[in-house]
């Protein structure tokens, strides 16, 4: 089963990004999947692989539940390669109640997580009986950890040193994230961590990179209310004063959305061929596909497509990947020219009062923020956001480039200044308004 420019779930459900790497010659991006229907429910890893972030090959299920530590789940976590092999991190979940009505969710949300790898030689072949092992045991020590929300381990080496980011609380109050440090990639002390208001109650997926002289963390703070937003967790980013090797980490700046749809949760980020640091977000949707044609079956939950991370004033920007930008480039007449189910992009630019609709769904510009809205594609569903909008651009004259697929339109503000990704259904295939260029995939009309 192959995707192109969004892997879509196989079949049932997908969410986080996982072990984002390139290996071996090619791209590897495992997710939280589960294959026995469009909910969640005991976390396994789905495995697919690219040549160029765009076309996507499903390679079935890598990682599942053996052990008494992860006998309940294989939660998120991250690739790095040593001496040739891949070894994957992940979080192992033990439910600490049995809900015998239903042993794929805990009672209570009970239940204890741990740290743990598996060692593959190769990328392609997994042995879950005997090649994982427990790294990190349950923390019951509060003042370090958190025995059931510390999870979600991103590790990546530095200056000849692997260091390890989890996500944790503080006793329920604070999101915090701790840091540990290892010679080898096997054997892990702890090294440090940051607490933060920002990162809400608990946060979630961190990861952070360095972009020229600049850190940048991500992360996904769990249970922040903020006014006439919904969803209590989201996916930020912000600069950071971070300090290796004691792993000193503090906030410079706002902690801001990654993407001001809002439907773009728990990214990763991973060097790409030639050294670019490029993130993928998990897409949640707020229902299943039912009946798409390719016959994966019902199937909920989807990723963005790859965005290139830079920074630029103190900026953080997501902008195309070259490969999708160097793919779109085949002009089109219409809407109605592109074939069925796949992606076309549009690039424009809009002022003040301008709008655009886009098979139902509709860009406009307002008080100086671009500004999007679903409502026409979503018009049954209730108690779901169908508006966004960017902050402030400072532009009088914004550039758009917008790719729109039958489940998802992505819309670069600027260059990547700002992202708005939206889920959509029921896409109409007609303009309205000011367009400059409507653009294909070549291989779907050469």
């Keep these: 089963m192959k995707d192109s420019l969004h892997l879509k779930a196989p079949g049932g459900w997908i969410n986080d990004p996982n072990g984002f790497i390139y290996y071996q010659g090619e791209y590897h991006l495992f997710y939280q999947y589960f294959p026995y229907g469009t909910r969640w429910g005991t976390m396994h890893w789905g495995h697919a692989v690219s040549q160029d972030l765009v076309h996507w090959e499903h390679l079935g299920v890598a990682l599942f539940p053996t052990k008494g530590y992860d006998r309940n789940g294989i939660f998120s976590g991250s690739a790095l390669e040593v001496d040739g092999k891949l070894y994957l991190y ?12 239903d042993i794929h969710c805990s009672i209570h949300d009970s239940f204890e997580s741990s740290q743990a790898m598996l060692i593959s030689e190769d990328g392609r ?37 692997c260091y390890m980011i989890l996500g944790s609380t503080y006793r329920k109050k604070v999101g915090r994230a ?26 979630e997926c961190p990861d952070i ?16 209310t903020e006014a006439g937003i919904e969803h209590r967790h989201h996916a930020k980013c912000g600069l950071a004063d971070f300090k290796l090797p004691q792993c000193e980490m503090k906030l410079r700046g706002d902690f801001r959305f990654v993407d001001y749809g809002l439907d773009f949760y728990a990214p990763q980020t991973a060097l790409d061929e030639a050294g670019r640091r490029v993130i993928i977000g998990w897409i949640r949707m707020p229902e299943p596909v039912k009946d798409d044609p ?63 609709n886009v098979c139902g769904y509709r860009i406009s510009v307002e008080d100086g923020r671009v500004t999007t809205d679903r409502s026409e594609v979503f018009p049954d569903l209730k108690n779901y956001r169908t508006r966004a909008e960017t ?16 489940h998802l339109v992505e819309v670069f503000v600027n260059n990547g200044q700002y992202v708005i990704t939206h889920v959509v259904y029921g896409l109409k295939k007609k303009l309205a308004g000011k367009v400059e260029e409507l653009l294909v995939e070549k291989e779907y009309t050469e």
């Design 90 to 101: 992940y979080t192992g979940v033990k439910y600490l109640e049995t809900n015998e009505e």
């Design 125 to 161: 072949h997994f042995d879950n009986w005997g090649q994982k092992r427990l790294l990190i045991p349950v923390i019951r020590d509060k003042e370090k950890g958190d025995p059931k929300d510390t999870r979600d381990p991103k590790v990546w080496r530095e200056d000849g040193t």
């Design 178 to 203: 701790l840091f540990f440090k290892s010679p080898d990639g096997l054997n892990w002390e702890f090294a440090g961590e940051c607490r933060d208001e920002a990162f809400g109650e608990t946060l």
């Design 209 to 224: 990179f360095r972009i020229g002289e600049q850190y940048v963390i991500l992360g996904s703070p769990m249970n922040v």
């Design 294 to 356: 390719d016959g994966r079956g019902p199937w909920i939950g989807m990723m963005s497509m790859p965005r290139v991370v830079e920074v630029e004033n103190g900026h953080i920007s997501f902008r195309v990947h070259p490969n999708v930008d160097a793919l779109y480039s085949k002009r089109c007449l219409s809407p109605d020219d592109v074939p069925e189910g796949h992606p076309f992009r549009i690039r424009t630019s809009m002022k003040e009062g301008e709008a655009l």
């Design 391 to 406: 902050p402030e651009t400072g532009r009088a004259e914004n550039t758009l480039d917008i790719f729109v697929s039958p």
